[in-house]
Structures are given as structure tokens and as C-alpha cells.
């Protein structure tokens, strides 16, 4: 049973950073993109970011280039979201969700499984 | 960026059939996918690359893609449908529809 579980959400002031985290289970982790996606509070589903299998090809949305950085873990099934220099436009849910494709990038790829969210929220 | 239009709000009466729409130019030639997101909820997969049914859903829920609109049909709907619908597709980078809520009457 593919699992994705997220830690990491919190309260942070706003030019402040944080660390989410997304350990996965079940499936080949290495072998697949894994994707973060927020939702601010009453709004719909943005893409933020792409880390693929092997870690060294990533991509990021314009909103968040240069600030936030993703990485991964392929020993320990993880993938990390390092959010930094954070905004009150940056307070959202935070899911972290997995590629279904097995390789690289793929233009018929989608998002097959999704974290439980971790909650952001950037004030002063 | 490539932009998707959704409806915000779609009714439909218990038992009757729902559409939701997703428009973009030329949203044919693309892998369009769509999710489920229930009430504090994470999202959930339904319909993947157009037309094809994830697991676990019912045959009552269908998609197509064609021209520059893409499309969720959910017949005989039920309470338990209600829900934001996304649709998802790549255009250089990932893009999701603004969302629709349906509401079963």
C-alpha cells in the first residue's frame, strides 16, 4: 500500500523559513517524480515544485523560484521542501504527491497518490 | 503559462447526471486528469489521462477530451459526490483549473 506521510507544517514569521518533509512507503521510491502542490486557505491547487527519481532534475513554479528548494532522500524514501524568505502569500496546505510514472519526465504522467497536507502558515 | 477555466459551482439533483467542464485552447491535444477533493481533505485521483477511471471509482464516473474543452460526467449522482473537482494537465510546467464544487440538491 502506496503511503505518503508528511511532517513539518507550522507557524513561521514572515522572511522566515521552514522545512517540510514527505516520507513515502510502498512503491519504488527512487523510481518516480514526486511533486509538491499547496492550497491556500479557500482557494484552489497550485503546482509549486518537482524533484524526479534521481534527484538531480527539478523544476519550480515562477511564485516560488529562487526561494523555496526541494530535495530528496532516495535512502530513506524522502522527499524535503526547504521554504525560505516566506510571505503571508505563501500561508496554504502543503501536499506532497506522487508521479505515477515510473522513470522520468513524462508527458502522460499524473499524480496517483497525495499526502495527508502540512499546514503553513506565515504571520507576524 | 497554460490556463485552465472551470466552472466555480455545479448543482445537480440527486440522482441526476453532473458536468463539469475545464476549458483551454486546445486542451484536446493534452492528457487532461482530474481529482477529488472532499471537505479537509488531501486530493484524490479519479479520472487520469482523459477517460481512464482510477481504482476504486465507479463506472458512473466518466471523462473526455475534445477541442478545447475537457469534461467530468458523474451520472446518478449521490451525496458522497459532493465535493471540488480539479482538473490537471501539463503545459510546460503542471497547471490545475481554478476547481468546481459540486453541490447534489
Known amino acids: 500500500e502506496v503511503q505518503l506521510l508528511q511532517s513539518g507544517g507550522d507557524l513561521v514569521t514572515p522572511g522566515g523559513s521552514l522545512r517540510l518533509s514527505c516520507e513515502a512507503s510502498g512503491f519504488t521510491f527512487s523510481s518516480h517524480a514526486m511533486n509538491w502542490v499547496r492550497q491556500a486557505p479557500g482557494k484552489g491547487l497550485e503546482w509549486v515544485s518537482v524533484?524526479?527519481?534521481?534527484?538531480?532534475?527539478?523544476a519550480y513554479a515562477e511564485s516560488v523560484k529562487g526561494r523555496f528548494t526541494v530535495s530528496r532522500d532516495n535512502s530513506r524514501n524522502a522527499v524535503y521542501l526547504q521554504l525560505s524568505r516566506l510571505t503571508t502569500e505563501d500561508t496554504a496546505v502543503y501536499y506532497c504527491?506522487?508521479?505515477?510514472?515510473?522513470?522520468?519526465?513524462?508527458?502522460?504522467?499524473?499524480?496517483?497518490?497525495w499526502g495527508q497536507g502540512s499546514l503553513v502558515i506565515v504571520s507576524a | 503559462s497554460f490556463d485552465l477555466t472551470q466552472p466555480p459551482s455545479v448543482s445537480v439533483a440527486l440522482g441526476q447526471t453532473a458536468t463539469i467542464t475545464c476549458a483551454g485552447d486546445n486542451i484536446g491535444s493534452k492528457n487532461v486528469h482530474w481529482y477529488q477533493q472532499k471537505s479537509g481533505q488531501a486530493p484524490v485521483l479519479v479520472i487520469y489521462?482523459?477517460?481512464h477511471r482510477a481504482a476504486g471509482v465507479p463506472e458512473r464516473v466518466s471523462g473526455s477530451n475534445s477541442g478545447n474543452t475537457a469534461s467530468l460526467t458523474i451520472a446518478g449522482a449521490q451525496a458522497g459526490d459532493e465535493a471540488d473537482y480539479y482538473c490537471h494537465v501539463w503545459g510546460d510546467t503542471w497547471v490545475f483549473g481554478g476547481g468546481t464544487k459540486l453541490t447534489v440538491l
Open positions: 489521462r482523459d477517460n
Open positions: 504527491a506522487k508521479g505515477w510514472f515510473s522513470g522520468g519526465w513524462y508527458i502522460g504522467d499524473y499524480f496517483d497518490y
Open positions: 524533484i524526479y527519481g534521481g534527484g538531480s532534475s527539478t
